[in-house]
Each structure stands twice: as C-alpha cells, then as structure tokens.
T-cell receptor, first 124, second 107 residues
Framework: QITLKESGPTLVRPTQTLTLTCTFS??????????VGWIRQPPGKALEWLAV???????TYRPSLRNRLTISKDTSKNQVVLTMTNMDPVDTATYYC?????WGSGNYNWFDPWGQGILVTVSS | DIQMTQSPSSLSASVGDRISITCRAS??????LNWYQQQPGKAPRLLIY???NLQDGVPSRFSGSASGTDFTLTISSLQPEDFATYYC?????????FGQGTKLEIK
C-alpha cells in the first residue's frame, strides 16, 4: 500500500519561509518511473501544481514561483521537502504531495496517490 | 503555459443520469490528459489517465475520450458518491496545469 503524508507548520507569518515535508511509504524514489510532486489548493479554488522531483533528482518548478521554491529528496528517509520563501497571505492553501508515476514513452504521467493535505495559513 | 478550460463549471444532475464534462486544451496535447475526482474535504483521486485509460479500482461507469484538443469525461449512470468536483490535468508540458474544475451537484 502506498501512502504519503504532509507535515509542517499550519500557520506562517508573512515574509517567512515555509518548509513542508512529504513522508511516504510503499514505493522508492530510486525507481526509474517515479517522482514526487507538490500541488496546492487555495480555499474554494482549483488545484495548482508547484514542483516535482524525479527519481534521478531532476527538478521542475512552476514558472511563476520558480524563484521562491526549492524541492529536494532524501531517498534513504523516503522524504521530499518543499521550501517556499517570502510567504504571503495569497499562499494560504492546502498543500498536497503526491507520487508521480510515468507510463510508457513520452510524457504520460499522473499523480497517484495523494497525501491527505495540510492547510497552511499565512497571517500575521 | 498550456491553458485547460473545463465546461461547464458546475452541473446539476440526478442519480442515474448520464453526464459529460469537457476539458479543452489551448494547444495540441496529444492524449497527455488525466482526470481526477475530489470529494469535499478530501484529496483528489485519479480516475482516468492518458485520456481514456481507467485507473485500477475506478468503476466502469467512468470513461474518457479525446477529439483533437477536446477531452471528455463521461459518467454513464450517476451514483450518489459521484457528486464531487472533477479536474482535468495536462502533462504534455513539464509544467503541468489543471483545469479550473467542474462541480457536480445533486439536482
């Protein structure tokens, strides 16, 4: 059974740096078809992809947030960490991590399963 | 970025109805398109991958199809547990994007 769980602060002050950890089990990030991504969802709004790290440490970021995001993996601990600098109230959202699975050739990939999410509120 | 536009944004239907939700891509994305279901207060769940492939464990009343840049999610006979929000996602670009969501409500 594959599970993922997000952990980190639920309240962050404006301008602070957010650090979230995704701890997973049931798969390894050293497997070639696997990655872990972060997706967020502001209250009542749509899903927004943030970043993904692949098994080979290849990292991709949302262009509009590229200068604020850092994603890293610790394969031995089965963890992926996302940091987001200079937090603002508009960054208030539920943050999800999810396993990314590749299939076949090309860009066939999807997020499955997802963690339960963590609601992060940015407020002074 | 590739824009994904879902229609309708919301939909009211009854148990047993057949419904379809459309997702239009702003450019050709081949069949790099996934569908997710999100129940209120829950994490999204993968339903369909690569436009038309049913994820393991997903009921066969769900199906997906593609025509050019238009993608359709169809539920053949709505069940009470299907009332949720549905999102499409493109992976043609490494900068993946989601649609704005379609909320399916009980009539």
């Amino acid at each position: 059974q594959i599970t993922l769980k997000e952990s980190g602060p639920t309240l962050v002050r404006p301008t602070q740096t957010l650090t979230l950890t995704c701890t997973f089990s049931g798969f390894s990030l050293s497997t070639s078809v696997v990655g872990v991504g972060w997706i967020r969802q502001p209250p009542g709004k749509a899903l927004e992809w943030l970043a993904v790290v692949s098994w080979n440490d290849d990292k991709t970021y949302r262009p509009s947030l590229r200068n604020r995001l850092t994603i890293s993996k610790d394969t031995s601990k089965n963890q992926v960490v996302l940091t987001m600098t200079n937090m603002d109230p508009v960054d208030t959202a539920t943050y999800y991590c999810a396993r990314r699975r590749h299939w076949g050739s090309g860009n066939y990939n999807w997020f499955d399963p997802w963690g339960q999410g963590i609601l992060v509120t940015v407020s002074s | 970025d590739i824009q994904m536009t879902q229609s309708p944004s919301s939909l009211s239907a009854s148990v047993g109805d057949r419904i379809s939700i459309t997702c239009r891509a702003s450019q050709n994305i081949i069949t790099y398109l996934n569908w997710y279901q999100q129940q209120p207060g829950k994490a999204p769940r993968l339903l369909i991958y690569a436009a038309s492939n049913l994820q393991d464990g997903v009921p066969s009343r769900f199906s997906g199809s593609a025509s050019g840049t238009d993608f359709t999610l169809t539920i053949s006979s709505l069940q009470p547990e299907d009332f949720a929000t549905y999102y499409c996602q493109q992976t043609f670009s490494s900068h993946v994007t989601f649609g704005q969501g379609t909320k399916l409500e009980i009539k």
